[in-house]
Antibody
């Protein structure tokens, strides 16, 4: 079955850009009618949907990130990417990628990101 | 943006008992695009229920969802030890998708 694996740096400095990768195995990012989402979870804000993308569509984002997020799909590598720029301590969270079918039906295990100098 | 309010914040019950969790939306959730997820410590959330009342693949039938419009309920008919966790509702009717703040189900 489909599995998702997030990867990226665990520690980033304030004002820098975070880059995360979600590698999809057991299925293709371009098959079916699936959107691919990024979600984050912090103690202060709970679960927050960052945005999503269909493989040949335009990404959509949560306005709460103030245009700092960018999602893309690399079909050749079967990966979904997330970039968040102008980081602050408030971006410290566990970041998850997930597949959208009827609801968020497949999740990665998450990767912890700490924003600190 | 849809605001989802879950109640109670914490529910203390014993194995074998029935659990009833509530989720109220700030406006009507279109097409009943409301999901319930379970999260255990150190794990990612897991989809239990989608479209308000449909069980996700592999979810035991002791889990059931109901409701429509602004009021939704997750019921666990007879609690098993592995059911003690945090439960979230989530709407996917309109972006930005939003989550409730969670109900912690703890062993009494």
């Amino acid at each position: 079955q489909v599995q998702l694996q997030e990867s990226g740096p665990g520690l980033v400095k304030p004002s820098e850009t975070l880059s995360l990768i979600c590698t999809v195995s057991g299925g293709s990012v371009s098959s079916g009618n699936f959107f691919w989402s990024w979600i984050r979870q912090s103690p202060g804000k709970g679960l927050e949907w960052i945005g999503d993308m269909y493989y040949n569509g335009r990404p959509q984002y949560n306005p709460s990130l103030n245009n700092r997020a960018s999602i893309s799909i690399d079909m050749s590598r079967n990966q979904v990417s997330l970039k968040v720029k102008s980081l602050t301590a408030a971006d410290t969270a566990v970041y998850y990628c997930a597949r959208e079918d009827y609801g968020l039906d497949v999740w990665g295990q998450g990767t912890t990101v700490i924003v600190s100098s | 943006e849809y605001v989802l309010t879950q109640s109670p914040g914490t529910l203390s019950l014993s194995p074998g008992e029935r659990a009833t969790l509530s989720c109220r939306a700030s406006e009507s959730v279109g097409r009943n695009h409301l999901a319930w997820l379970q999260q255990k410590p150190g794990q990612a959330p897991r989809l239990l229920i989608y479209a308000a009342s449909s069980r996700a693949t592999g979810i035991p039938d002791r889990f059931s969802g109901s409701g429509s419009g602004t009021d939704f309920t997750l019921t666990i008919s007879r609690l098993e030890p592995e059911d003690f966790a945090v439960y979230y509702c989530q709407q996917y009717a309109n972006t930005p998708y939003t989550f409730g703040q969670g109900t912690k189900l703890e062993i009494k």
